[in-house]
């Protein structure tokens, strides 16, 4: 079950500079930042509030450390921008599963690894109404206590 938005993923060119233009702005503060080589980004989590599934909400901030990575291409083609929306579930496993059943395209035969150890796929956004949806499993014992048990 999806129980929270997990995090708004924003394509940006220059990450510290855009971090800093949230924390000026609107006083969020960097609560993770990580490169993850696999899907080819540089980002920073900055948590905007804590969920009533255990939880939390991010905005993850993403510059691309490849031209050929998703963000790079998708960058070079529309700026700077919201590149994808993530749900937070118990079991990504399961939901993507029967997501897939379906009909729904999704990316990843297994989930792969996010930010902060979490466990991530997505759906392909021609067949989500052209939303890039992410689904997430944090790493974190207590988030997500509804759990997959349900
Ligand atoms: N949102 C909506 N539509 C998108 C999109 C996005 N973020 N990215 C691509 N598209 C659209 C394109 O506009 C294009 O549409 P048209 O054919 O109508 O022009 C179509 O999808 C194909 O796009 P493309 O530029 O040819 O790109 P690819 O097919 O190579 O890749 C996708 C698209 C979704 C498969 C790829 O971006 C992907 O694998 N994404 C998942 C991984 C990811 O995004 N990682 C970065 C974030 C990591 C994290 O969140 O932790
Ligand atoms: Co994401």
Same mark, same amino acid.
Do not use: A, K, N, Q
């Given at each position: 079950m999806l129980t929270r938005i997990d995090h708004i993923g924003i394509a940006c060119f220059d990450l510290d500079k855009t971090v800093e233009f949230y924390r000026a702005t609107y006083g969020f503060e960097v609560f993770h930042s990580e490169v993850n080589e696999e899907q080819g980004v540089r980002e920073a989590m900055l948590k905007i509030n804590d969920t009533s599934d255990g939880g939390s909400s991010y905005l993850q901030l993403l510059e691309p450390? *490849?031209? =050929?990575?998703a963000v790079g291409k998708w960058l070079a083609k529309n700026g700077e921008g919201v590149h994808h929306i993530a749900f937070g579930t118990a079991d990504v496993d399961g939901d993507a599963e029967a997501i897939r059943s379906k =009909?729904? *395209?999704?990316?990843?035969d297994e989930p792969r690894i996010g930010s902060m150890g979490s466990r991530i796929t997505f759906l392909h956004p021609k067949d989500t109404h052209g939303v890039l949806t992410e689904l997430v499993t944090s790493a974190k014992p207590s988030a997500d206590h509804s759990s997959a048990e349900h």
């Open positions: 450390t *490849r031209e =050929d990575s =009909d729904i *395209r999704v990316l990843y």
